[in-house]
T-cell receptor, first 113, second 117 residues
Framework: TQLLEQSPQFLSIQEGENLTVYCNSS?????LQWYRQEPGEGPVLLVT?????EVKKLKRLTFQFGDARKDSSLHITAAQPGDTGLYLC?????????????FGTGTKLQVIP | ETGVTQTPRHLVMGMTNKKSLKCEQH?????MYWYKQSAKKPLELMFV???????ENNSVPSRFSPECPNSSHLFLHLHTLQPEDSALYLC????????????????FGPGTRLTVL
């Protein structure tokens, strides 16, 4: 069974602070995705990283895929209250024309104004 | 709005009831998924339909029965559930991958919050 461990599980910070969330797995995935989920909604895809060592930036969010394609990190600079939510990493494997996605344990972020 | 709708948004049912969850996607996708999200577990894949054919059944108990009558609609029929089945049930859709594609994007609905008494 593929398992993705995220750390920390919970994070409460002040507006303006920086933070990093980690996602670690013993398995190799064809790609790794990060989602954000807000209360009462489904997860929304933020980014997909495909190549080992890849770094992607989305405004104040920086995503990195490990060289071995087993781990990833999400760094948020100058966090805003709007960043509050559940962050999920997910490893994806292509399987017979569809994508099988294994989700991580999640990091619940609260940014206090 | 992700283009994936789910009804009902909230459902409370007894253990002897039969109910159905509905998912509809307006994105022209041809793969659809059911996931279960419990409070203390990662999001779990339950079923996958690709081109209206069930291609994945992740050891889900038979009291959950999926149905995909066409590529836009997906149902989850519920029968004789247990209190531990209380969770958020999420539907997602994506476009079937070609051999060249390495990734795709799954679009999730808002979920149905199910409580089993």
């Amino acid at each position: 069974t593929q398992l993705l461990e995220q750390s920390p599980q919970f994070l409460s910070i002040q507006e303006g602070e920086n933070l990093t969330v980690y996602c670690n797995s013993s398995s190799v995935f064809s790609s790794l995705q990060w989602y954000r989920q807000e209360p009462g909604e489904g997860p929304v895809l933020l980014v997909t990283v495909v190549t080992g060592g890849e770094v992607k930036k989305l405004k104040r969010l920086t995503f990195q895929f490990g060289d071995a394609r087993k781990d990833s990190s999400l760094h948020i600079t100058a966090a805003q209250p709007g960043d509050t939510g559940l962050y999920l990493c997910a490893g994806a494997m292509n399987s017979g024309g569809y994508q099988k996605v294994t989700f991580g344990t999640g990091t619940k972020l609260q940014v206090i104004p | 709005e992700t283009g994936v709708t789910q009804t009902p948004r909230h459902l409370v049912m007894g253990m002897t009831n039969k109910k159905s969850l509905k998912c509809e996607q307006h994105l022209g996708h041809n793969a659809m998924y059911w996931y279960k999200q419990s409070a203390k577990k990662p999001l779990e894949l339950m079923f996958v339909y690709s081109l209206e054919e069930r291609v994945e059944n992740n050891s889900v108990p038979s009291r959950f029965s999926p149905e995909c009558p066409n590529s836009s609609h997906l149902f989850l029929h519920l029968h004789t559930l247990q209190p531990e089945d209380s969770a958020l049930y999420l539907c997602a859709s994506s476009q079937r991958l070609s051999r060249r594609d390495r990734t795709d994007t799954q679009y999730f609905g808002p979920g149905t919050r199910l409580t089993v008494l």
